[in-house]
């Protein structure tokens, strides 16, 4: 079946250092990659996508590559502000057809805190 | 333009006794997901809606879980009778529909069910 795993966290940075969250996953067919983020007190917001191999999906400074030969779609932010700190979820979603269509599978989420 | 829309946002209550959640999709979406998430965990889908029509309830514990969806519009989430171990955030997504292979899903914030 389809998973998703994320690195361990919780991450604390100081502000304008450097981010990166890992996510590695295993899927049947082609997935599509998701980068969703939930600030507290609100609900999940879809971050950044890439939906082929060696796509760069991008938005608010984050970056993430889809590398099929790695399997992974590392979350990187070259300087980090004290805003961005919430839960970063990494997301497949696969169109292998039978129960996977039209289910985004997550992986357990990453706490990332910035302090000034 | 409206969110997707939850309620209630908090909710305690007793073990065994019943609850029910609501869920507004945003207007002109056809698809409506309900996921369950566990504390320090990532979503996980219990039932998705196309229209009226539950299409995978796969992950639905039918035991105690019911939802509905009655004229394709907003939909209800139930639990009777509920256990301890239902305490977690129930989160509500709909799609829009459109020809590509994949249909952005936008949350509502959730409601917090604990149950004592």
């Known amino acids: 079946g389809n998973s998703v795993t994320q690195m361990e966290g919780p991450v604390t940075l100081s502000e304008e250092a450097f981010l990166t969250i890992n996510c590695t996953y295993t899927a049947t067919g082609y997935p599509s990659l998701f980068w969703y983020v939930q600030y507290p007190g609100e609900g999940l917001q879809l971050l950044l996508k890439a939906t082929k191999a060696d796509d760069k999906g991008s938005n608010k400074g984050f970056e993430a590559t889809y590398r099929k030969e790695t399997t992974s779609f590392h979350l990187e932010k070259g300087s980090v502000q004290v805003s961005d700190s919430a839960v970063y979820f990494c997301a497949l979603h696969t169109n292998a057809g039978g129960t996977s269509y039209g289910k985004l599978t997550f992986g357990q989420g990453t706490i990332l805190t910035v302090h000034p | 333009e409206a969110g997707v829309v939850q309620s209630p946002r908090y909710k305690i209550i007793e073990k065994k006794q019943p609850v029910a959640f609501w869920c507004n999709p945003i207007?002109?979406?056809?698809?409506l997901y309900w996921y369950l998430q566990n504390l320090g965990q990532g979503p996980e889908l219990l039932i998705r809606?196309?229209?009226?029509?539950?299409?995978?309830d796969s992950q639905l514990p039918k035991d105690r879980f019911s939802a509905e969806r009655l004229k394709g519009v907003d939909s209800t989430l139930k639990i009777q009778p509920a256990e301890l171990g239902d305490s977690a955030v129930y989160l509500c997504a709909s799609s829009p529909r459109t020809s590509g292979p994949y249909n952005e899903q936008f949350f509502g914030p959730g409601t917090r069910l604990t149950v004592l």
């Open positions: 809606y196309e229209n009226e029509e539950a299409v995978d």
């Open positions: 207007s002109g979406h056809n698809t």
